[in-house]
């Protein structure tokens, strides 16, 4: 199971760190990614984490501004957001994947969280 959390309204330019809590043990074995879907839109890859941290993958859109973490220790898995623009808004769902590396792939991943909303205004 997983749980996100973090969203939130917040103006163009500024931060919000999304996270998303795991409950199985096996936490450290799942690859987990990021995606969203706006308004009207298809669901988006936003972000992929490998196993140990160690690799990750961003779709373009964010790339230099979103930054993807993971604490196996915690079970959690963290989304840094940074100059957030307008069209960032959508609902940010966390999902957890057996693949062997990181992948950007809506059918890698068999877990999905609820989702979080995330409103940045202009």
């Known amino acids: 199971q997983l749980q996100a959390f973090g969203g939130g309204l917040v103006q163009a330019g500024g931060s919000l760190r999304l996270s998303c809590a795991a409950s199985?043990?096996?936490?450290?074995?799942?690859?987990m990614g990021w995606f969203r879907q706006a308004p009207g839109k298809e669901r988006e890859f936003v972000a992929s984490i490998s196993r140990s941290g160690g690799s990750t993958l961003y779709a373009d859109s964010v790339k230099g501004r979103f930054t993807i973490s993971r604490d196996n220790a915690k079970k959690t898995v963290y989304l840094q957001m940074n100059s957030l623009k307008v069209e960032d808004t959508a609902v940010y769902y966390c999902?957890?994947?057996?693949?062997?590396?990181?992948?950007?792939?809506?059918?890698?991943?068999?877990?999905w969280g609820q989702g979080t909303l995330v409103t940045v205004s202009s």
């Open positions: 199985a043990r096996t936490f450290s074995t799942y690859i």
């Open positions: 999902a957890a994947g057996r693949t062997t590396t990181v992948v950007d792939d809506r059918a890698a991943y068999g877990h």
